[in-house]
């Protein structure tokens, strides 16, 4: 249920609250009030895309905010739970949605961010939207399978096991198509293929070669400076100069000098030690140094064959690859789809064998998707005709026709047509070609009566449903969208008083001019003030006595049949 919707800063919407009610929820007022912008924003709320254009003009943003008690709402509880939302015992669920003219969207569910198609995904299990673009659907034959399906969830079922199926068989398509291009185009990628492996494997290139090699030609590059270096390092180390001695034998001495002197005092004792670990640390890595020399070998054919070995492997970097181990990885690749070409005959038989035995999956599974789209299509032109018959049809026949086509498509290999009939004695004819306005209005209130009680959503929105619609049919009308709201809450904007007079609450939408800017303002009426918008909605601005007793009688007659119901 819907408790309250909070509106700013949307189109003429400075700043509203409305709170709703159970049952039927009416929205009346002048033409281009504001009626369907207060539908709009609730729209936003449910996850449909938001729009620069729908900020007040002056304003940064607009914010709408949604307060949703979902008690009898278990599938929202599942949806929200994954997404970490916590909904507290009093099963209310906030939602707010704040959208800025540089785009910024922001959207909360119980104070916890979520994206829009998380919004999209609750919005559609929480309020079930009938504008009047749905009456125009009915016009649009490929929009009855949708409707079909969505009467018996079996159907629903099985066609979840065939979309799985479809989507192998596709892709089994698109690898046939891709493998019978022309034989051209085979021999010249084999021609390219065959070149770049062979320029490849003529490389011979190892894993972590580069490295290897980046490692060793700063060595190459300053190997005299290195020898220099390292024989200068062992001669201070082990030799004698300008009459001083090594460091090592300095150290030596030091050694014997502090060995003589713990004979005497043990204090010195830790200075001993520090120094003998030196002089054996020190004697090590002369011994390293000594042997470092003895191994360095000076080649110039080793630095000349090194830069050229990386001038090859920068060369194959830039067509195959950013390191050695992408280039052997694309080597790879490309001695497997050789493969795959060479073995072409091959491959297009074991695919075609695929496409065989996956078609005859669709063939079975579309059968039975064809049989309950049959039954299903008997029991919901029935239970549709039962309800027209209670909207003034008393004469129309409708039935559906499922037809078997020679294709599978996404959604089967079927064909639905609605067949429609407004006259007795008239063969039943494609709806799309000979229903009126009115008769299209009536025909999808049916449809919302029959297929509610298999809808999750326990909020339904009617937009001017009475569209085309007036006298005798309102009153039917009424009546029926009354019985709807008997089960479920229902918004409904209206032109017609047969419908405003079953009003279990009554919003009354108009336009203000304050200074030099139009607002719309939202106010729930009372008893009273309903009646008074009733007699308005008869007779218009001129309020007579007797338009005033006919909307007193039309109020009271509706009270007596929402009691009885």
Excluded at 26 to 51: F, P, V
């Amino acid at each position: 249920m819907l408790k309250s919707l909070t509106v700013t800063n949307f189109a003429l919407i400075e700043q509203a609250m409305v709170e709703f009610d159970e049952g039927l929820n009416i929205l009346t007022g002048e033409t281009g009030a504001g009626k369907s912008i207060l539908i709009d924003a609730l729209s936003i709320i449910l996850g449909n895309r938001a729009s620069v254009d729908s900020i007040r003009t002056g304003c940064d943003y607009f914010r709408v905010e949604a307060v949703f008690d979902i008690s009898k709402n278990s599938t929202i509880y599942k949806i929200v739970e994954d997404q970490g939302i916590i909904v507290e015992d009093d099963a209310i669920l906030i939602i707010s949605r704040r959208f800025s003219r540089q785009g910024k969207n922001v959207i909360l569910i119980n104070g916890c961010h979520v994206t829009v198609t998380i919004l999209r995904q609750i919005g559609e299990k929480l309020v079930d939207m009938h504008g009047q673009h749905e009456n125009q659907a009915l016009l649009r034959p490929e929009s009855y399978l949708f409707l079909l399906d969505a009467f018996d969830n079996k159907i629903k079922d099985i066609l979840g096991e065939y979309h799985i199926v479809y989507q192998n068989w596709q892709e089994i398509m698109k690898q046939q198509s891709l493998l019978e291009q022309n034989s051209r185009e085979r021999a010249q990628r084999i021609d390219m293929l065959s070149w770049q492996t062979q320029e490849i494997a003529a490389a011979e290139l190892k894993p972590n070669e580069e490295e290897d090699i980046e490692r060793q030609l700063p060595v190459l590059a300053n190997v005299e400076k290195i020898t220099t270096a390292v024989n200068r390092a062992y001669f201070l180390l082990e030799q004698s100069s300008n009459g001083m001695k090594g460091i090592l034998p300095a150290l030596a001495e030091v050694k014997h000098e502090l060995e003589v002197i713990a004979r005497y005092d043990n204090r010195i004792q830790g200075q001993l030690t520090v120094i003998s670990d030196a002089l054996y640390q020190l004697e090590e890595s002369c011994m390293d140094l000594r042997v470092y020399s003895d191994q360095i070998d000076y080649d110039p054919n080793n630095l000349s064959v090194l830069q050229e070995r990386m001038d090859l492997i920068y060369k194959l970097k830039k067509k195959y690859g950013g390191s050695t181990a992408e280039i052997l990885a694309y080597y790879e690749s490309a001695l497997s789809e050789l493969s795959d070409i060479h073995n072409y005959d091959k491959n297009i038989i074991k695919l075609r064998e695929q496409q065989k035995e996956l078609e005859k999956s669709l063939g079975q599974l579309s059968e039975k998707i064809t049989a309950l789209r049959q039954e299903a299509s008997k029991l919901l032109a029935k239970q549709i005709c039962r309800h027209l018959n209670d909207l003034g049809m008393t004469n129309a026949k409708f039935s559906i026709e499922v037809t078997k086509s020679s294709n599978f498509t996404f959604n089967g290999a079927d064909e639905v047509i609605f067949l429609f009939s407004a006259n007795l004695g008239e063969q039943t004819k494609p709806l799309y070609k000979i229903a009126s306005g009115g008769e299209l209005s009536r025909i999808a209130l049916a449809i919302k009566t029959v297929c509610a009680h298999r809808d999750a959503a326990g909020i339904m929105v009617f937009d001017e449903i009475d569209a085309g619609i007036g006298g005798q049919a309102g009153h039917m009308v009424a009546e029926k969208v009354a019985k709807v709201a008997s089960t479920r809450q229902v918004l409904c904007i209206t032109h017609l008083p047969q419908i405003a007079c079953m009003a279990d609450r009554h919003i009354y939408i108009k336009k203000q001019i304050e200074g030099e800017r139009t607002n719309t303002v939202i106010q729930v009426l009372d008893k009273e003030e309903q009646l008074l918008e009733i007699t308005r909605m008869i007779s218009g601005t001129n309020i007579t006595k007797i338009a005033l007793d006919n909307a007193k009688q039309m109020f009271d007659s509706a009270y007596r049949k929402k009691e009885k119901w």
